[in-house]
């Protein structure tokens, strides 16, 4: 069995194919989006979208208590140790208004998708690219297969070449990028979703402390 896994190493093969993945997703995707990808792998394993929730949640009760008790200038001394919530926090401290506040909020959600989005579709670049570089190396093993038939020696590397290839292609697509994917979009959906909730509730927060302030300057004109 070590023997048989030993003789489907070809490094090769492999790294013809990495580099050719590779190329067709820098080609694709761009050198920024490239470093993105790669740098969500590791969150693709610690990252716990439903602990982040329920964190978002219990910060949200103490900036509402904050908001009644102090007003929106203070809501930014609620400490998290989530990034998002905390710039969130800041933001609404600081904010001349709900329509700034939504403003900002908009813009985050957006860009922050936009990133995710880019960081997804370089693997999915990669799976699709995979088995068609794969399939290439195939029929370049082929046509060397074809091109030796006066030669039984050289049978044999090009119809390695012609089943590495494809092997390789299949596990790239399908063992690697396609499941990365598919990781990274579930994680970006329930991430955005709880951020989308926190926000619509510190919007609330803002619209309803803004109202007093509203009624008082209404009381000074007339």
């Not at 403003?103 to 999915?124: E, I, K, M």
């Not at 990274?184 to 329930?190: F, H, W």
Request: aromatic fraction near 4%; hydrophobic fraction near 55%.
């Amino acid at each position: 069995m070590i023997a048989i896994l030993a003789q489907l190493f070809d490094p090769l093969t492999l790294v013809v194919m990495i580099a050719g993945v590779g190329a067709v997703a820098l080609f694709q995707n761009g050198l920024s989006a490239i470093g993105r990808a790669f740098a969500a792998l590791p969150p693709l394993f610690r990252a716990d979208p439903d602990k982040d929730q329920a964190t978002a949640r219990a910060a949200m009760l103490k900036i509402d208590q904050v908001a009644q008790l102090r007003g929106l200038a203070c809501t930014d001394r609620v400490k998290t140790a989530n990034p998002f919530l905390a710039e969130a926090a800041r933001r609404l401290a600081n904010s001349d208004g709900a329509e700034q506040f939504e403003n900002w909020a908009a813009q985050a959600l957006a860009d922050r998708s936009r990133r995710h989005a880019g960081a997804r579709n370089v693997w999915l670049s990669i799976a699709d690219a995979a088995p068609a570089l794969g399939m290439a190396g195939t029929i370049l093993g082929l046509v060397g297969m074809f091109a030796a038939m006066d030669d039984p020696a050289a049978l044999g590397p090009s119809m390695a070449l012609a089943l590495l290839t494809t092997l390789y292609g299949v596990v790239i697509a399908n063992m690697i990028a396609a499941p990365v994917a598919s990781r990274l979009a579930d994680l970006s959906e329930r991430e955005i979703a709880w951020q989308k909730e926190a926000v619509g509730r510190m919007l609330a927060i803002a619209r309803r402390e803004n109202v007093p302030t509203r009624r008082a300057s209404i009381r000074e004109v007339a």
